[in-house]
């Protein structure tokens, strides 16, 4: 596997990148441009709650407004699986781009169909149109090529600005750039691959590793394809049960499936092997369970009726001790159930500490639960950069060619020379 350990390399995915067509090298003007973007983002009564996602795509549309393109957007939003379901529209997400863009975004009643194609031949170049949920049918997670040329057929030019997704092979993220005659990377997606393709390519050191999460498997091809570049590997939230049980502590309730402790034992052994420290966790906030909050207190081991849903206060002050001189961070995975007061301080301090490092240091957020803590804690604006996608971050850490990123259009073969 590739590690990007040598200097002047380029990451996999980086290098892949550097291949494709991009969305300023075509021509929009008066053109259709389909653009997958990453709206996946959270509704209470009717609004948006986080935006982050959608203000991370304006540079991308407000470059395709401004140069005449008539902007057909596509997206998904939860999980209705497959059937059409009113709480996932995105009817309040047009009401919010449409205050960010400051136009209007028109909604249309489906994703594909006579009535949306009309729709998009109506539009105006600088005008908007948002589709709805992709994920009312089921073609698009089984990447169908029939539904992905039903969206072809919406387009003149593809653009892929949805890093959140372009680990999924799906037929909005690669069904549909096989089928239209140029398939272009937006602004977001190039940014997100350069700057986390940054920490594969001789990363300043020290380079320490943050890990938390539910599950060792994520973390497995992460953890592998960086061990000849990183330092240290910080291991909290619940996949550091595993990592604890593999050296015999006692762990009570706490998730930890025997596959993931054989799995965590064997990744300390490679670490070891690769002089790369593991610090783990010595104390934890234990409780009978997540809603058992008010019972929560600090024990080293966790008693058989109970789990750790927390790092302690000791756990908290030697992970921040570990930061201190560190000059290249990325963190995937809170250190606990942060939504929760009484497990939240694991994560907060992590957050603090790597907040701290300031702009001397090359601080990355791996996306999804890590983005979310790091909205909560206000420590967005102090790391050098927060991703919109968690699966797909840890896939590109892993050394991984993001299948969204392989199916856009060579610039060669578009005509486009370097």
Same mark, same amino acid.
């Given at each position: 596997?590739?590690?990007? /350990?040598?200097?002047?390399?380029?990451?996999?995915?980086?290098?892949?990148?550097?291949?494709?067509?991009t969305s300023e090298e075509v021509e929009v003007e008066g053109r259709a441009v389909l653009v997958r973007v990453d709206f996946n983002?959270?509704?209470?009564?009717?609004?948006?709650?986080?935006?982050?996602?959608?203000?991370?795509?304006?540079?991308?549309?407000?470059?395709?407004?401004?140069?005449?393109?008539?902007?057909?957007?596509?997206?998904?939003?939860?999980?209705?699986?497959?059937?059409?379901?009113?709480?996932?529209?995105?009817?309040?997400?047009?009401?919010?781009?449409?205050?960010?863009?400051?136009?209007?975004?028109?909604?249309?009643?489906?994703?594909?169909?006579?009535?949306?194609?009309?729709?998009?031949?109506? =539009?105006?170049?600088?005008?908007?149109?948002?589709?709805?949920?992709?994920?009312?049918?089921?073609?698009?997670?089984?990447?169908?090529?029939?539904?992905?040329?039903?969206?072809?057929?919406?387009?003149? #030019?593809? &653009?892929?600005?949805?890093?959140?997704?372009?680990?999924?092979?799906? /037929?909005?993220?690669?069904?549909?750039?096989?089928?239209?005659?140029?398939?272009?990377?937006?602004?977001?997606?190039?940014?997100?691959?350069?700057?986390?393709?940054?920490? =594969?390519?001789?990363?300043?050191?020290?380079?320490?590793? #943050?890990?938390?999460?539910?599950?060792?498997?994520?973390?497995?091809?992460?953890?592998?394809?960086? =061990?000849?570049?990183?330092?240290?590997?910080? #291991?909290?939230?619940?996949?550091?049960?595993?990592?604890?049980?593999?050296?015999?502590?006692?762990?009570?309730?706490?998730?930890?499936?025997?596959?993931?402790?054989?799995?965590?034992?064997?990744?300390?052994?490679?670490?070891?092997?690769?002089?790369?420290?593991?610090?783990?966790?010595?104390?934890?906030?234990?409780?009978?369970? &997540?809603?058992?909050?008010?019972?929560?207190?600090?024990?080293?081991?966790?008693?058989?009726?109970?789990? !750790?849903?927390?790092?302690?206060?000791?756990?908290?002050?030697?992970? !921040?001790?570990?930061?201190?001189?560190?000059?290249?961070?990325?963190?995937?995975?809170?250190?606990?159930?942060?939504?929760?007061?009484?497990?939240?301080?694991?994560? !907060?301090?992590?957050?603090?500490?790597?907040?701290?490092?300031?702009? $001397?240091?090359?601080?990355?957020?791996?996306?999804?639960?890590?983005?979310?803590?790091?909205?909560?804690?206000?420590?967005?604006?102090?790391?050098?950069?927060?991703?919109?996608?968690?699966?797909?971050?840890?896939?590109?850490?892993?050394?991984?060619? =993001?299948? $969204?990123?392989? !199916?856009?259009?060579?610039?060669?073969?578009?005509?486009?020379?370097?």
């Amino acid at each position: 596997m590739s590690t990007g /350990a040598d200097a002047g390399a380029m990451a996999p995915c980086a290098a892949a990148l550097a291949r494709k067509l991009t969305s300023e090298e075509v021509e929009v003007e008066g053109r259709a441009v389909l653009v997958r973007v990453d709206f996946n983002v959270p509704v209470a009564d009717g609004k948006v709650t986080d935006a982050n996602r959608i203000e991370a795509a304006m540079p991308t549309l407000r470059s395709l407004i401004g140069r005449g393109a008539r902007v057909v957007l596509m997206s998904h939003r939860g999980r209705p699986g497959g059937v059409v379901d009113p709480r996932f529209t995105m009817a309040p997400v047009a009401r919010s781009l449409g205050v960010l863009l400051g136009q209007h975004v028109g909604l249309a009643p489906d994703c594909v169909g006579a009535e949306v194609r009309g729709l998009v031949d109506a =539009l105006e170049p600088g005008a908007v149109l948002l589709l709805e949920n992709l994920r009312y049918h089921a073609g698009e997670t089984a990447n169908d090529l029939v539904f992905a040329a039903q969206l072809a057929e919406l387009a003149d #030019i593809y &653009i892929s600005d949805a890093f959140g997704v372009a680990h999924r092979a799906h /037929a909005s993220v690669v069904g549909v750039a096989s089928i239209v005659p140029a398939a272009a990377a937006g602004l977001l997606l190039r940014r997100e691959v350069e700057q986390l393709s940054c920490a =594969l390519v001789d990363p300043p050191k020290p380079f320490v590793l #943050i890990l938390g999460g539910a599950k060792v498997s994520d973390k497995v091809e992460l953890i592998g394809n960086v =061990l000849q570049i990183v330092d240290r590997i910080v #291991i909290g939230g619940a996949m550091a049960n595993a990592f604890l049980a593999a050296q015999g502590r006692p762990i009570g309730a706490s998730l930890a499936p025997a596959d993931a402790i054989e799995e965590a034992g064997r990744l300390l052994v490679e670490a070891a092997a690769a002089d790369v420290e593991v610090v783990l966790p010595d104390d934890l906030v234990a409780a009978p369970a &997540i809603d058992r909050s008010a019972a929560a207190h600090v024990v080293y081991d966790v008693a058989d009726d109970e789990m !750790a849903l927390d790092i302690g206060p000791a756990s908290r002050a030697r992970f !921040a001790a570990v930061l201190v001189n560190a000059r290249t961070v990325v963190w995937n995975g809170p250190m606990g159930v942060f939504e929760t007061e009484a497990f939240a301080g694991g994560t !907060a301090a992590v957050a603090a500490a790597v907040a701290s490092l300031g702009p $001397g240091a090359f601080t990355v957020i791996g996306g999804g639960d890590t983005a979310a803590a790091a909205a909560m804690f206000s420590i967005v604006d102090k790391v050098s950069h927060v991703s919109t996608g968690g699966g797909a971050s840890l896939d590109l850490l892993s050394g991984v060619v =993001l299948p $969204g990123v392989d !199916a856009l259009t060579n610039r060669d073969s578009h005509g486009v020379e370097d």
